[in-house]
């Protein structure tokens, strides 16, 4: 998902943002043939991603930086870890500085984040899942993060599957057992055997209709936990029974023990904070 070709727009539209006719201070006050070293130190505990990134931005900024010792993807770290060396021309690392810190920033906040909902269910079977609440631009980024705290990706885009929701429903005219199974079903005609078709459902009397098409999944949205027990027992693993809405740390874990497959959490890119990284100079 996360190809050279993505990482490499990205990060050369960050520089063109952040230093779009060059950078100002380093090209007057700083000599040309000057070196440095630093280290990019965490100034608190997580998971890392985001290394092809911090790789990326420096090579853009000046190709003779040298990157060593970078930690990788997935891994786990404390306060006052070094997570990397950079060295080299001092005018291209400086320039590189700010864009490597904010892309690893971002992407450690995420990684972390997921790995703590993960924890929280890691005595279930269940799955925690990302979503499409991601920073426009930046998805393919962020959902590699979720992937490196442990979580699985959902759809990447609306190319992907099919996922019909309440408002398709009510454009479809299907208000009632017979007329959505109806419409599930031609669906299915329509899509072939090999797409994914998942279903949203918010109350449990809408299961049934659901159910009797030739579906591969069903979202089980904003359920109270006894319906969502419920629910899981009449899907009885016959298709895949995911749960969302309104998921949090404090709330997953009693999510994932009614046996649920997967839970989406929006809250891992929308809701993630930046982690604290710092570019300290030797």
Known sequence: ?????????????????????????????????????????????GVFAGGAMVRETFRQADARI????????????AAGEVLARVAGPARG??????????????????????????SAVAHTSARIADTRKTTPGLRALEKHAVRAGGGVNHRFSLSD??????????????????????ALRLLRERAG??????????????????????????????FPLDDLSMAVQRIAGSVVAEASGGVSLETVALIAETGVDVISVGQLTHGARALDLGLDAD
């Open 93 to 118: 690392v400086l320039t590189g500085e700010r864009v490597a810190l904010n892309f690893a920033q971002r992407l450690c906040g995420v990684a972390t984040l997921t790995s703590r909902f993960v």
């Open 161 to 182: 599957a099919i996922m019909v929701k309440d408002n398709h429903l009510a454009a479809l005219g299907a208000s009632d057992t017979a007329t959505t199974t109806r």
């Open 193 to 222: 055997h090999t797409t994914a078709i998942i279903v949203e459902v918010d109350r449990l009397d809408q299961l049934d209709a659901v159910l009797a098409a030739d579906i591969t999944g069903v979202l089980l949205d904003n």
């Open 66 to 77: 040298e990157i060593t010792d970078l930690v990788e993807d997935g891994a786990v770290f």
């Open 1 to 45: 998902m996360l190809t050279q070709s993505i990482v490499d727009t990205a990060v050369r539209a960050a520089l063109a943002e952040d230093a779009p006719w060059g950078d100002l201070t380093a090209e007057l006050a700083i000599p040309a043939e000057l070196g440095i070293a630093t280290r990019l130190v965490a100034r608190e505990s």
